[in-house]
T-cell receptor
Framework: AQSVAQPEDQVNVAEGNPLTVKCTYS??????LFWYVQYPNRGLQFLLK??????LVKGSYGFEAEFNKSQTSFHLKKPSALVSDSALYFC???????????FGKGTRLSVIA | NAGVTQTPKFQVLKTGQSMTLQCAQD?????MYWYRQDPGMGLRLIYY???????DKGEVPNGYNVSRLNKREFSLRLESAAPSQTSVYFC?????????????FGPGTRLTVT
């Protein structure tokens, strides 16, 4: 079975500071990892993914994530946070085949001006 | 290119009433999904359809039925609504092959059962 843990319900960061939203996963075989963002009263938007290749992947809106196989982590990062980054962030995992994504419970990011 | 569309956006039902949530995608995706989102619970998979003609149960299928009408459309039916089904429902689709596994989501349906 596959699972995702987002250990922080809420992350607060000052505007201009770097941000990290944590994600760890458990999956049999090679993981396919994803980050999504959800703004209020909207659907989830795809930010970035790791399938294979470089451990550091870059995505939309200046976000990036680092795949760490030994720590089974896929933390989301951004060098300089914006107030407009305030939203709910979800990490998700699957593996090859017809298995749907499994989502974490989400982390609410609040960027304070 | 509208992506994933869902109707209706809002719905209020009385306990015991039935309704169907509609979902359509125009990205020629193979797989489609229904999730519910509740505070503190994240997204929970109700049903999915890996390809046209197939459907499978997810984590929370009780009280729901689905129909993959064709490659574009995937509907979710509540036969006898209960207050526990008050939630926000999201439909999603993905190509789910050739390393393209990311899902694309619709705007959601906010359902209240009284």
């Amino acid at each position: 079975a596959q699972s995702v843990a987002q250990p922080e319900d809420q992350v607060n960061v000052a505007e201009g500071n770097p941000l990290t939203v944590k994600c760890t996963y458990s999956v049999s075989g090679n993981p396919y990892l994803f980050w999504y963002v959800q703004y209020p009263n909207r659907g989830l938007q795809f930010l970035l993914k790791y399938i294979t290749g470089d451990n550091l992947v870059k995505g939309s809106y200046g976000f990036e994530a680092e795949f760490n196989k030994s720590q089974t982590s896929f933390h989301l990062k951004k060098p300089s946070a914006l107030v407009s980054d305030s939203a709910l962030y979800f990490c998700a995992v699957t593996h090859s085949g017809n298995t749907p994504l499994v989502f974490g419970k989400g982390t609410r990011l609040s960027v304070i001006a | 290119n509208a992506g994933v569309t869902q109707t209706p956006k809002f719905q209020v039902l009385k306990t015991g009433q039935s309704m169907t949530l509609q979902c359509a995608q125009d990205m020629n995706h193979n797989s489609m999904y229904w999730y519910r989102q509740d505070p503190g619970m994240g997204l929970r998979l109700i049903y999915y359809s890996a390809s046209e003609g197939t459907t499978d149960k997810g984590e929370v299928p009780n009280g729901y039925n689905v129909s993959r009408l064709n490659k574009r459309e995937f509907s979710l039916r509540l036969e006898s609504a209960a207050p526990s089904q008050t939630s926000v429902y999201f439909c999603a689709s993905s190509r789910h092959r050739d390393q393209s596994y990311e899902q694309y989501f619709g705007p959601g349906t906010r359902l209240t059962v009284t």
